[in-house]
């Protein structure tokens, strides 16, 4: 192996997402990263957290068009991630604190990572 | 500390002259290692088409009927890929910049290569290896 | 002597008529008419008696003086009345000390009452009465229809316009009584006439506002009022020497020491009136006041008394370290005015903070008193009448037509209203531009200052002061000019008659840069000379240099002509943004937004909140000073 | 007729003077930070190709207002050296500068308004200063007139050493050096693009290069008063000054408006200010 | 009018990147430092189009870009070149089949000199701008004669009207 | 309300290199409101992970950015062996490593010349560029590229460096580290240059910890994290110490890469004293199967090459989380109180890749 770095991955449930996230924060964990991945009819989000050096993945799975409540009120920078999500992927991401609106990203294409091409412009943050 | 922290570079520059490289006076710095542009050995070219098929930007085609080898300077990234995958010798790495153009043209070269009485075909398979 | 009696009862004629005048037509007719037989008259004045020198007049004296004190009763009665209604007990004190000393003074001293001419006339009086005459009735003109429209747009204002118009006319025979009276009993009384002509104004309106600032102005005013009449007072008690109160005989004094009192007195009067700091307060708050009254009183004549007097008393200021404090009190109200003149956007407080400033500046020439700076003084008094009325009136115009009053708001005024803006444009140019009236006196008064013992700290004043002059006109003028695309013009339609007045007096603002050295060498020079023996004056080559700087301003807009064929047009840069021509870009969080240009205000370093409270500090202890100072030198 | 032939030759002189002063800077410029630089003659080319571009504008009334600028540049430098009055020649300047920032605000373009404002920062930070070396000047000669000033043999550098530091302190501005260049730079990164300059393209901004030079020479004629009594020390003063301008351009940062309108008053309230207490001290002592 | 051809020692150079990775974008930099110091050619990075008379783009042309590409091109003032740098401003390179990349510079702006190379390197940068200075002085050649039918035309519709 | 002026800021703008764009609100020059907006590079490049084989890609991530283009390379490359469970040799985990600093050093001299040019310091500009140029010497000499090296792939490295280049390294480092502490010194010793710098732009240590800032940005405020400390490549070997400042201002942040250029240095010269022998790579067989999030320590921070494989030579997914883009939010927080004079500098101060960024 070329590096020897621990990597954990939890699944967490959509309603549990913003309390664990809480955990982390209250646990002195920094957001790393929040990153999605289309599996095939789905998305799998990755809330990568970091500790000293300890590597932490909270994954979420949620189907298109699933609202996921915005973790920026807990880790304010995460409108960053948060905006691309919906931007590249289409999935809405409601309450987030700066929102772009779609802007974040402007592509070609809407949604170029979406499974549905389909977005949540018309559901996010009513 | 000090307002003038800079003055010894300045004075230094002022006393040792300009180091600027009087390109194109002089020509451009190259090292054996430079990548500058890929040229073909039409002569040795047995239009394997590996050096299409492994570059990262499509920038070279291959057609064997007709014998031709393209490469779209334009394209080319002269990452030297098609270089180090060759089985046969035929590209290689030059290491002059090409000039700028005023038109966009793709390359065109013909394979000269006549197959010899043996064929040996080995080799490539073996180097080819994620072929699949 | 009966130009001069006329130019002081016909306005009150006048006034008394427009009591009964009722529609706009009429009164409009009535004003226009008078305006034109008032400025004819003083015009006849000028050439009457401009190559006079002073001239004296033994007007009845008597039963003038007798009204004259019985209308004073009868204004502090109507100061106390007014003071129990709005419960302001301060006016009330103030009105009642004064009146308490002047009858004092008419009891006690009635002997050394007489002045042995009441009236005279010389060059700068001339000066004083063209101001009032041609410019004080152009914007008697001008405000009929301006008031008209005033109640269109504040249907809530109480319609007092007979009212209005009698205080003007009121005010303007005031202002001739005062410029031409050599009795100081008399200058007093016009004097508080003007207070209470402007007490009335700012009031108009009759908001709470307006109410409590006029009390301001009012209870400022009668300070000034009450050291005023404590200057009569000393100057009757030492009638022998001093000259009592014939103005004449107290300036020729030959004690000097014992003028110095009085004369830092009435300065004081004079500091209130011409609202020098720290008592620049009331003239911000009379901003609230009809735009016609801010041009009539607060900027172009009724401030003026108060530097006319410190210039009359010049030269029993100069090279005393009293005249000398005065002086400073100017200097540093023009240098801290024109500083926190930066931080206004309301184009009637820039207006304001300038005149308090361009007062503070003829102050402190008058308070060092030197012949070039008297000289410089007057051109100042000149070129800030013309150049200030007009700006007054055109920001009360624009205000009509752009419904703000807001600097920011008159960005693209050469689209919208381009004729407005032009004049405009000469206005704040004649403020401060180089070939223009102000900046010559300024110049002057720098090469004068060069010559008294510590004139440096003036140079220093001026130096900084015409720098921050320059920052606050200029960014005016560059909203005024600023080409926007798609607005629309706005200039039609609205009230015909005003413009006529603007134009007059954009004319006389080209007309007075361009004879100055006329003006200068037939009224100031003579007068200068007359009082000092020595007169300045501008060498001609350079008089000369700036007629050619004048005449290159005039022809150059003819380049006009030529760029406008070849140019391509291009939208403005926005970072490689797509343009829109009224400069909207797509912007961040995907709102659609639109540039805006903003001039600079610098509140944090040159706020009023900044530097008010220094500024009225220092100078209340350099009054304090000019007094310990006279007391020492007696 | 002296003066006329002043006038005279400062018109048709001073572009070709300031155009090679320029050269000369930036080629010291250049050196300094080790590289070759353009040829001398590269400011003329440049202002040579400006005139050969397409004349494009956001209105047509920024041409107006930058030829009346360069008009009344040209105007007061040849006052200068007509030997006219310094205040008025100094007036005359201001009226200049206030047409290019008028040209600036007309085209109502964002970076050309924050431009302006900076220049009228600028304007506000260095007229103090201006004002005082002309009344140092005069203190010194008891004229105000450059062609008596000129014809001193009062070495006015040992009475105005302040006044003249000062000077040189807002020449900085006035150069559009570093690290003064607020409202438009000769260097091409600025946080305002071209500020002032943004929008005037073609032979508009060569007529603001062109200014700059006529400016540039009268500018250092000012610095000459200073060391008018000796013709060849003067020359030399000069040459020491403009070249520790450009050492002071490439040693600093360019700093915020805040400091530089500072500096501008501090200089003239110090080392002005201070200069002019004590000289007149010693005057009236000495009178 | 004139015939002196300022333009060719006077180009003043605007970049834009467009979507590049950098590596073109730091080597157009690396051009005005003084190993490469195309001050040397009287060359100045203006950073304004209003200014400048060469338009050096780097990288492939993204959504966003097309219309600040388009409004910069169409802000400089004529004569003016464009100057494509590096693989991907000329075909779209290595990202030409990205979702978000329309292709080279010539898709939303006519190109007049291509400069091959991924990083193109400061020399060949420079190879380019000379490469344009001729086609520059072509361009302003056609101009001034242009301008000249122009206002002939001109003149003769003023004295008839 | 006081007067604000409205500024569009880029995204073309002379002193901002790439194009990032900022709707700047301003009271006079004083920043009221300033949101950045991005997109002008994305090209989508994740996405030619579907395209392109797994050990082609390696050239694409190269070209995320040509600055940190090693790096890139280098973490992917990290990714891909860590799910095939490939150990890479020695030798080659050095050979990173120098590179890896190379890239390092040419990047922050970049960078050091950008912020001085942002500061409208053109001669410090043209001297941290004239380094640089020395750092790209070395890196051209060693792998044929100036700006992208080419030369990291899956399994190892393709090129070597020979023992007299390396000597040749070892003898010229002690020259450069004595040229670089001079720049240095300009830059945290001159007076213009701090009293641009300091005092602006503060962001605390909790603060900044909180928004999740990385790299220099994040050291400068005192946050000791640097991935480098992980041991990838030969860091572990040699050992390592992030350099930390604590002011958390733009002074901070400059100090905190002026200090690791001196780092990177040593660094350099103790990767080259401790060079093994041995081979360049191994070779690479099979298909990626799994998933793995790589770290490494960019110049602007930790970059994370999130790589997934299902068993084709296509990759499934690669997601590129980049310095930059987690340094955002402390732009947005530190923007806002700032003179419009300062826009660049704080921007620049967090070392902006946009190209990284939008990827």
Redesign the interface.
């Known amino acids: 192996?070329?590096?020897?770095?621990e990597?954990t991955t939890i699944s967490v449930a959509l309603e549990d997402l913003v309390r664990e996230v809480e955990g982390l924060h209250a646990g002195g964990y920094?957001?790393?990263?929040i990153?999605?991945?289309?599996i095939g009819g789905a998305y799998e989000v990755?809330y990568?957290f970091?500790k000293d050096?300890q590597?932490k993945?909270l994954r979420l799975t949620v189907g298109p068009e699933t609202e996921v409540p915005s973790v920026s009120g807990i880790?304010?920078?995460?409108?960053?991630?948060e905006n691309?999500m919906h931007d590249l992927f289409g999935i809405p991401v409601t309450g987030i604190n700066?929102?772009?609106?779609?802007?974040?990203?402007?592509?070609?294409?809407k949604y170029?990572?979406s499974v549905t091409r389909l977005g949540g412009d018309r559901c996010r943050n009513a | 500390m000090g307002i003038f922290q800079m003055t010894k570079t300045v004075l230094r520059n002022l006393a040792g002259g300009p180091v600027t490289r009087q390109y194109p006076a002089v020509p451009a710095r190259t090292c054996p290692l430079t990548r500058g542009h890929v040229t073909i050995d039409p002569a040795t070219c047995r239009s394997c088409g590996l050096c299409s098929r492994r570059c990262p930007c499509e920038a070279i085609r291959i057609e064997k009927e007709e014998k031709v080898w393209e490469i779209d300077r334009m394209r080319c990234i002269a990452c030297g890929d098609c270089v180090e995958g060759c089985p046969f010798g035929s590209l290689t790495m030059e290491q002059e910049y090409l000039p700028p153009v005023v038109e966009h043209v793709v390359e065109r070269h013909t394979i000269t290569y006549v197959k010899p009485e043996k064929p040996e075909k080995k080799p490539k398979e073996e180097s080819a290896g994620e072929s699949a | 002597m009966q130009t001069l009696l006329f130019l002081i009862l016909f306005p009150i004629l006048v006034a008394c008529l427009l009591l009964f005048v009722k529609r706009t037509t009429l009164r409009y007719a009535v004003v226009a008419l008078s305006a034109l037989v008032i400025g004819g008259a003083s015009i006849y004045l000028l050439m009457q008696y401009a190559l006079e020198g002073a001239v004296y007049f033994a007007a009845p004296s008597e039963a003038a003086s007798l009204a004259m004190v019985a209308i004073e009763m009868g204004l502090a009665l109507f100061i106390v009345y007014m003071g129990a209604k709005f419960k302001n007990y301060l006016a009330i004190v103030l009105a009642v000390v004064q009146a308490a000393l002047v009858v004092y003074l008419e009891t006690t001293f009635s002997g050394n009452l007489h002045a042995v001419n009441n009236l005279f006339i010389d060059q700068f009086s001339i000066i004083m009465a063209l101001i009032i005459g041609i410019i004080g009735s152009l914007i008697a003109v001008y405000a009929v229809r301006y008031m008209e429209t005033y109640h269109r747009h504040h249907p809530e204002v109480r319609d007092r316009q007979t009212m209005f118009f009698f205080v003007t006319f009121a005010f303007l025979a005031a202002m001739f009584g005062l410029v031409f009276s050599n009795n100081l009993m008399w200058v007093f009384f016009f004097w508080e006439i003007t207070t209470i002509t402007s007490f009335l104004l700012i009031g108009y309106s009759e908001t709470e506002e307006a109410t409590k600032n006029a009390f301001l102005a009012l209870v400022m005013n009668l300070l000034g009022g009450v050291a005023f009449v404590v200057a009569l007072i000393f100057l009757a008690a030492t009638e022998p020497v001093s000259g009592g109160i014939d103005l004449a005989r107290v300036l020729a004094s030959g004690d000097a020491a014992i003028i110095l009192i009085p004369a830092a007195l009435i300065g004081f009067a004079g500091i209130t009136k011409a609202a020098l700091m720290p008592f620049s307060s009331w003239l911000l708050g009379a901003m609230v006041a009809p735009t016609p009254v801010s041009a009539l009183l607060h900027s172009s004549t009724m401030v003026k008394a108060g530097v006319y007097i410190l210039v009359r008393f010049s030269p029993v200021f100069a090279g005393t370290f009293t005249g000398f404090s005065i002086g400073l009190v100017g200097g540093v109200t023009f240098v801290v005015a024109s500083a926190i003149a930066i931080s206004q956007s309301n184009a009637k407080l820039v207006l304001a903070y300038s005149t308090i400033a361009n007062l503070g500046l003829i102050a402190a020439c008058a308070g060092v008193g030197n012949y070039m700076l008297v000289w410089a003084a007057i051109l100042l008094i000149v070129f800030h009448a013309v150049a200030k009325s007009l700006l007054f009136l055109g920001t009360g115009a624009i205000e009509h037509r752009v419904g703000s009053r807001d600097i920011e708001d008159m960005e693209g005024l050469i689209v919208r209203m381009p004729k407005m803006a032009v004049m405009m444009f000469i206005g704040i140019a004649g403020m401060f531009l180089a070939p223009f009236g102000m900046l010559i006196s300024k110049w002057a008064a720098i090469e004068a200052f060069v010559q008294v013992p510590f004139g440096l700290v003036f140079i220093a004043i001026l130096a900084y002061g015409s720098a921050v002059t320059v920052f606050f006109w200029a960014k005016w003028m560059g909203k005024l000019v600023a080409v926007t695309r798609e607005t629309e013009r706005v200039e039609k339609g609205f009230f015909e008659e005003p413009w006529a007045p603007l134009y007059i007096i954009t004319g006389l603002v080209i007309a007075t840069v361009l004879l100055f050295p006329v003006i200068s060498s037939t009224l100031i020079e003579p007068y200068v000379l007359a009082i000092y023996g020595v007169t300045a004056r501008l060498a001609q080559a350079n008089v000369g240099i700036m007629l050619l700087m004048i005449a290159l301003l005039l022809i150059l807009p003819v380049s006009f002509l030529l760029f406008r064929r070849s140019a391509k047009h291009l939208p403005a840069y926005m970072g490689g943004r797509p343009a829109t021509p009224d400069l909207h870009f797509a912007g961040s969080l995907g709102l659609t937004r639109e540039v805006q240009t903003r001039n600079y205000y610098l509140t944090e370093y040159f706020g009023e909140a900044k530097l008010f409270l220094p500024g009225a500090v220092v100078c209340t202890i350099l009054i304090l000073a000019s007094w310990v100072l006279a007391g020492v030198a007696l | 007729m002296n003066w006329l032939i002043g006038a005279v030759l400062f018109l048709i002189l001073a572009p070709v003077a300031g155009g090679l002063i320029a050269g000369i800077d930036r080629k010291i410029t250049a050196r300094m930070q080790g590289r070759v630089g353009p040829p001398l003659l590269q400011p003329f080319y440049d202002v040579g190709k400006l005139f050969e571009k397409e004349n494009v504008v956001v209105t047509t009334a920024q041409n107006f207002y930058v030829l009346v600028y360069l008009i009344f540049i040209a105007l007061s430098g040849a006052l200068f050296f007509a030997g006219g009055d310094l205040l008025l020649i100094v007036f005359a300047f201001t009226l200049a500068h206030v047409f290019l920032v008028l040209g600036a605000y007309a085209v109502h373009s964002p970076y050309s308004h924050i431009g302006a404002e900076r220049e009228l920062i600028q304007l506000m930070a260095y007229e103090p200063m201006v004002i005082l070396a002309a009344v140092g000047l005069y203190m010194v000669t008891n004229s105000f007139y450059v062609a008596d000033i000129a014809a001193t043999t009062v070495p006015a550098i040992l009475y105005l050493p302040g006044v003249f530091l000062g000077f040189a302190t807002i020449l900085t501005i006035k150069l559009r050096k570093s690290p003064f260049d607020i409202s438009t730079s000769h260097h091409a990164h600025q946080e305002i693009v071209k500020g002032i300059t943004t929008e005037f393209s073609g032979s508009t901004l060569a007529q603001v290069e062109i200014a700059h030079w006529y400016e540039n020479v009268f500018l250092l004629g000012f610095v000459y008063l200073f060391f008018s009594w000796n013709p060849v020390i003067g020359v030399v003063a000069v040459a020491i000054t403009y070249a520790a301008e450009i050492f002071i351009d490439n040693v600093t940062a360019r700093v915020r408006w805040q400091a530089a309108l500072k500096s501008g008053w501090l200089a003239a309230g110090i080392l002005g200010l201070g200069n002019l207490a004590i000289l007149s001290y010693m005057m009236l002592g000495g009178a | 009018m004139s015939t002196m051809a300022f333009l060719k020692r006077s180009p003043w150079i605007l970049h834009y990147d467009a979507s590049s990775c950098n590596g073109c974008d730091i080597e157009v930099l690396a051009c005005l430092t003084p190993l490469y110091d195309v001050e040397r050619f009287g060359i100045i990075n203006t950073g304004n189009p209003k200014h400048a008379d060469i338009l050096l783009i780097t990288g492939g042309i993204n959504e966003l870009n097309k219309a600040v590409v388009r409004n910069l091109y169409e802000q400089m003032p004529e004569p003016k070149v464009v100057v494509a740098i590096g693989a991907c401003a000329a075909t779209g390179g290595i990202f030409r089949e990205c979702y978000n990349i329309t292709g080279g510079v010539d898709k939303v702006i006519p190109v007049d000199v291509y400069v091959p190379g991924c990083a193109a390197r400061p020399e060949q940068i420079i190879d380019g701008v000379v490469t344009a200075l001729g086609i520059l002085e072509e361009k302003r050649m056609k101009m001034s004669g242009a301008a000249q039918t122009k206002e002939e035309t001109r003149h003769a519709v003023g004295e008839s009207t | 309300m006081p007067e604000r002026i409205v500024v569009p800021f880029g995204p073309q703008h002379p002193v901002l290199p790439e194009p990032i764009h900022v709707d700047l609100v301003l009271e006079d020059e004083k920043v009221v409101e300033a949101i950045p907006s991005i997109g002008y590079i994305h090209r989508g490049l994740e996405q030619l992970v579907q395209k392109r084989e797994y050990t082609e890609y390696v050239y694409v991530a190269e070209r995320i950015c040509g600055i940190c283009s090693f790096m890139h390379a280098l973490c992917y490359s990290q990714g891909v062996e860590q799910i095939m469970g490939i150990e890479v040799p020695d030798r080659a985990k050095y050979l990173r490593t120098i590179w890896s600093e190379c890239s390092r050093l040419h990047s922050h001299l970049l960078w050091l010349g950008l912020f001085a040019d942002g500061m409208g310091f053109e001669n410090l500009f043209m001297r941290s560029w004239q380094l640089r140029e020395s750092v790209l010497d070395v890196l051209e000499d060693t792998t044929g590229g100036r700006v992208i090296q080419g030369t990291c792939k899956v399994g190892g490295v393709r090129r070597d460096i020979g023992q007299e280049k390396l000597d040749e390294m070892h003898h010229t480092l002690d020259p450069f580290e004595q040229q670089c502490r001079d720049l240095g010194d300009v830059f945290l010793n001159d007076e213009t240059v701090k009293y641009r710098l300091q005092g602006l732009g503060v962001i605390g240590k909790d603060e900044a910890y909180a928004l999740g800032a990385v790299g220099p940005t994040a050291r400068g405020s005192g946050v000791p994290v640097d991935i480098r400390e992980t041991g990838y490549a030969a860091y572990g070997d040699l050992g390592f110490k992030p350099v930390v400042e604590t002011a958390g201002d733009c002074y901070a942040r400059c100090a905190v890469r002026v200090k690791e250029v001196y780092a990177s240095i040593d660094l350099i010269r103790r990767a080259i004293d401790g060079m093994p022998e041995g081979p360049l790579d191994v070779k690479v067989k099979g298909t990626p199967d799994g998933e793995y999030f790589s770290r490494v320590e960019q110049p602007r921070g930790e970059v994370i090459h999130y790589l997934r494989g299902d068993g084709t030579k296509h990759l499934a997914r690669a997601r590129i989380r980049t310095p930059t883009l987690a340094n955002i939010p402390m732009l947005v927080k530190m923007l806002p109180g700032a003179q419009l004079a300062d826009v660049p500098v704080v921007v620049l101060s967090i070392d902006p890749c946009i190209s990284c960024t939008e990827r």
């Open positions: 192996m070329t590096v020897n770095e990597q920094r957001l790393v990263q990153g999605c991945t289309d990755n990568s970091d050096y590597f993945n880790y304010w920078g995460a409108f960053v991630y691309e700066i929102d772009f609106k779609g802007t974040f990203i402007k592509t070609a294409e170029p990572f």
